[in-house]
Every structure is written in C-alpha cells, then in structure tokens.
C-alpha cells in the first residue's frame, strides 16, 4: 500500500525568505508524484507533477520540486515566497496502470504561513 | 478547462438524516472521486467510480455510499448521519481508467456540519 508523509505540519516563513516543503512516499512500485496547494476557501489546485524524465520539475507560481528515487523523497521548493503563498501544500502519490482505476494517496498537508 | 461542480458550500444536518452531496463534471471524465478533509490526516479516499453504475471502495468508506447513475455525475450518500461525519468532503475527477491519475481536478468542496 502507499502511503505519504509530510515531515512538517506548519511552516512559517518571512515574505521573500526560501522554503522547503518536505515529503517522503512509501510505494513498491514506480510511482507518480503530485503537488498540490489550497489556498483558504478553496480546493485544490495541482502545483505540479512528476511522471518520469527529468528529476526537477517546474510548477506554477515558481515552485519546482526534486524527485529522489533513492530517498523517496518529492520535496518542494520555492526561493521567495510572496504573502500570496499563504496556504495549504498536499503532496500526493499515485501508482500508475493501476487496472482497476486509478487513485491518489494523500500526505497530511503542509500550512505555509507567509509573515511580513 | 474541466470544471468540477458540488451543489453546496456548506451544509447544516442534523444527526441521523439522510444526507446527499451532488459534484458534477463537465468534460467526459471517466473518473470520480469522493474525499474527505480533516485537520493533520489530509485528504482520505471515501469512494471513486471509473464508470457509469462502477463503484470502488476508498480507505474509509463506512457509513458512506455513492451514486454514479450518469458519467457526469457522483453523489455521496451519508445514510444516517453522524457528527463524526462531520468534515470538509472534496470531489474530484481525473483522466482515463489505467492511466494513474494524470492530474486531478477537485471541486471547492462542502462543508458539511452535523449537529
């Protein structure tokens, strides 16, 4: 079975400062990885994804976030942060050609606080 | 752009009514999926559908049913509800059956309270 685990809970961080969003993955198989954020009120929107290829992966809003096969690792990652960014980060995993459907495996999310 | 729809934002029930929440898509989606939201557990999978009259069990699926009588729409179904239920449910829905889950997209979600 999957399983997610986001190492941090909350994160605040001063306007302009880097942040790290960590997440770590359990699978048997090769796996795709996803990022997601909801801001207040809102669902989720996808940041970004990793399917296979190139390790670093460029989402929106200038995140990226480095995929480690040998860590199982998807660690998120911004240089500055905007007060924007203010909101909640889900890391999700997802086996592929899985052929009674497909799902996603949740991690239990990361708040990101932005301080001015 | 795919569009996710949930009928309601929030909702107030009382405990033990028969609770129904609607989502609807409007693309030609295949897949459809039923979460729940809590504080610290993230998102967990009550129920998905891969196609029309298909249901599949999530991780927490008691006390919970759904309805996929039409490819465009999932219904939840509490059928006696309880304050335990009581959570931010997410609807979502993704590409083609066997193709992992190319990117989701999720409704806005209903906050249901049950008093």
């Known amino acids: 079975a999957q399983s997610v685990t986001q190492l941090d809970s909350q994160v605040p961080v001063f306007e302009e400062a880097p942040v790290e969003l960590r997440c770590n993955y359990s699978?048997?198989?090769?796996?795709?990885l996803f990022w997601y954020v909801q801001y207040p009120n809102q669902g989720l929107q996808l940041l970004l994804k990793?399917?296979?290829?190139?390790?670093l992966v460029k989402g929106i809003n200038g995140f990226e976030a480095e995929f480690n096969k040998s860590q199982t690792s998807f660690h998120l990652r911004k240089p500055s942060v905007h007060i924007s960014d203010t909101a909640e980060y889900f890391c999700?995993?997802?086996?592929?050609?899985?052929?009674?459907?497909?799902?996603?495996?949740f991690g239990g999310g990361t708040r990101v606080l932005v301080k001015p | 752009d795919v569009k996710v729809t949930q009928s309601s934002r929030y909702l107030v029930k009382r405990t033990g009514e028969k609770v129904f929440l609607e989502c609807v898509q409007d693309m030609d989606h295949e897949n459809m999926f039923w979460y729940r939201q809590d504080p610290g557990l993230g998102l967990r999978l009550i129920y998905f559908s891969y196609d029309v009259k298909m249901k599949e069990k999530g991780d927490i699926p008691e006390g919970y049913s759904v309805s996929r009588e039409k490819k465009e729409r999932f219904s939840l179904i509490l059928e006696s509800a309880s304050t335990n239920q009581t959570s931010m449910y997410l609807c979502?829905?993704?590409?083609?059956?066997?193709?992992?889950?190319?990117?989701?997209?999720f409704g806005s979600g209903t906050r249901l309270t049950v008093v």
């Open positions: 999700a995993v997802s086996e592929p050609l899985k052929a009674a459907g497909n799902k996603l495996t």
């Open positions: 699978s048997s198989v090769s796996v795709y």
């Open positions: 979502a829905t993704g590409g083609l059956r066997g193709q992992g889950a190319l990117g989701y997209t």
């Open positions: 990793y399917l296979s290829g190139s390790t």
